[in-house]
């Protein structure tokens, strides 16, 4: 009897489904999301910092009935997630997601394509080439090859691992940097920090990092980068690589890249452009001169369809202009892989265009919204992004209690003054940059507003970056004042007794 009882329990959670199970427990999955969807701008933003939830949880011995176990995860998710998805969610550079990626996502899990060969995923790695091509053209890059990878560090990382392998030439796969001059890669103070996790996981180490100074708009300085080339050439060292900046993470500034692409062809360097923020803002003519131009004659090109392209997680892209160049980098050939024998149309074996091996179907969550949304979809989705960032920025400075400090792109920063205090002095602005820290976490965990912060030449100031589908002029309206009033709040209990009357 017991026997028996175990074989039924077991029985009715098996691995696989009935057709039947499968469809309702689709159904039911699908109909916590569709409440989420409806229901997210009614949700607090993030949940305020905690308890931990699942301390008291122990793997269970037994399998659980699965129509509970989605209800339960679905609890969890709802009530205690940082949703990005918000119409107020200004943080970080993180995108609200297409509901169609979510349909793709489910599509692609069903299929599990390997896309790591093209034998093992055919339409799947067909998909994504289409899909590279498309974001290629969106911004009008020559280059037609690329892979999809995580996000945007894996994409600039590898960009330099194919910058060091055909800079540096074909020895260094195999004998590595030690045998090397230093090694030397040039960008501004203002670069993401996947530069210093590539260096550093490179051998190169983060010492092979120039980091070149940027003007009063955050931009990188060609005088500079020069001087510190020739300085480098003179020394002995080996320069290879330099990173033009499309859209700062702290600003959204732009590099300028016609400047650097024309230094790059002077010195013979690899030119490599992070657009992972900004560089699909090169679909609008506005930005034909300052991103399309300089783009164009870029090596490599790091995207996240992830920000911009709104696909859910992870999606990053890089793009190269010579097809070769990522083969060069990646690929090896071992006697169990027999892809290149298949030659199935034509398509990229993907695991030798970049480090994974094993590889799931990115591709099919950007390719659907890409078709669902069209050219033009996209074209106002940006713009809309932008002007709101813009009428954010000019709806801060007009507030009395608000400084606004910067704006480009979608980003939009300030801090908040209280009445009565003059900024300048360095008393006053260690306060302003306590009270505007204290202010972040404040409205972090007050669950109206999301946003994140950015350092500008000291000050600690606050960000907003809207790369957010949901977002209405309504909500851009209705920030300034919410700020103002956790500010002042905060000012009251925080505000030390010599900087009272003034
Ligand atoms: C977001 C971002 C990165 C890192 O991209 P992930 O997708 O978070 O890995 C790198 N550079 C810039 C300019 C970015 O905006």
Redesign the pocket.
Known sequence: MANDKQTTQHAAHSIDMTPQEFRTLGYQAVDRVTDLLENMRNLPVAAPEGQRLLVDREMPVVGTSPAQLIDDAANLLFNHSTFNGHPRFWGY?TSSATPMGALGDLLAAAVNANVGSAQLGPIASEIEQQTIRWIADLIGYPGTEGILLS???MA?MCALWAARRNKVGEHIRKEGIAAEKKLRVYASREV?T?LEKATDLSGLGTTAIRYIPTDEQGRLDTQRLREQIVRDLQDGDRPFMVVG?A???STGAIDPLSKIAAMCQEFDLWFHI?G??GALAAMLPEYETILRQGMRDADSIAI?P??WLYAPLEA?CLLVRETSHLKEAFSFHPSYYRFEDNHRNALPNYYEYGPQNSRGFRALKIWLALQHIGRTGYTSLLRENISLARILYAEIAAHPALQACSYNLSIATCRYIPAGLVPGDEQTEAYLNELNEALLKKIQNGGEFFISNAVIDRRFVLRACIVNFRTTLEDVRAFPDTVARYGAALDTQMRPKHLSNR
């Open positions: 550079i996000g945007g560090n600039n993401h996947w900046t859209g700062t993470v992070d992972a923020y996240d992830h920000k990053g």
